[in-house]
């Protein structure tokens, strides 16, 4: 319950504050190609629950149309100019302060995933998610903006590692592992670096905050 109060006080006053940037970023975005400005996503959720999470559009219209469901990866020809800029801050993400005050979201938890997605195993064959272990046990907590993956884990690293680091913020979780993790996310967020997901950046991260 205290979590859920965080999360509710917290959002509201990012709402608040991020107010300018409702207008700004909708403006950029309609500028550069004249596409929506919000991309909605089928995402999974507490107790396997499905959800519509909401975010600024980084990429072009329809970016999924020829590939289906497929993870943004470096330098991604179907970011925008706009987007990369959005991708690098997370800013495309705050339209997800929405989704955390309506309690769909936590801004700390497992990596929401989408209904559905597949990993490649170590042998080259597609796996389901469901499949993989530590799939259900991340759905007994809400997921989250940020976590130990999202700040930790590699792009190119298997769905199967990033469900460990997964299980392991489930076994600490508390207030002050949030904290932690909360301004680690505002440091990254402040040096434009969520899109820098190779192994040496994420080794120094790991050196400067564990």
């Not at 207008?23 to 309609?30: D, L, Y």
């Not at 107790?47 to 999924?64: C, D, T, W, Y």
């Not at 495309?92 to 995933?113: A, T």
């Amino acid at each position: 319950m205290i979590k859920r109060l965080l999360d509710l006080a917290l959002s509201s006053i990012g709402l608040v504050l991020s107010s300018p940037l409702w207008i700004a970023i909708p403006a950029a975005i309609r500028l550069e190609d004249g596409g929506p400005v919000f991309f909605r996503q089928e995402r999974v959720g507490r107790h396997g629950r499905v959800f519509q999470a909401l975010k600024f559009r980084s990429m072009i219209p329809n970016a999924e149309a020829a590939t289906g469901p497929l993870q943004a990866t470096e330098d991604d020809p179907r970011v925008t100019e706009v987007g990369r800029l959005l991708r690098a801050t997370a800013l495309d993400e705050l339209p997800q302060l929405l989704n955390i005050f309506r309690g769909d979201m936590s801004f700390v938890g497992p990596r929401p995933l989408r209904p559905g997605e597949i990993d490649v195993g170590s042998d080259g064959v597609l796996l389901r998610l469901e499949d993989v272990p530590g799939y259900e046990i991340r759905h007994s907590a809400r997921p989250g903006l940020t976590g130990l993956a999202q700040v930790y884990a590699a792009r190119d690293l298997r769905r199967s590692g990033k469900f460990r680091l997964d299980r392991l913020y489930l076994r600490r979780a508390g207030f002050w592992l949030d904290l932690k993790l909360l301004l680690i996310s505002l440091w990254i967020t402040a040096r434009g670096e969520w899109e820098r997901r190779d192994r040496a950046a994420l080794g120094k991260r790991k050196r400067d905050w564990l």
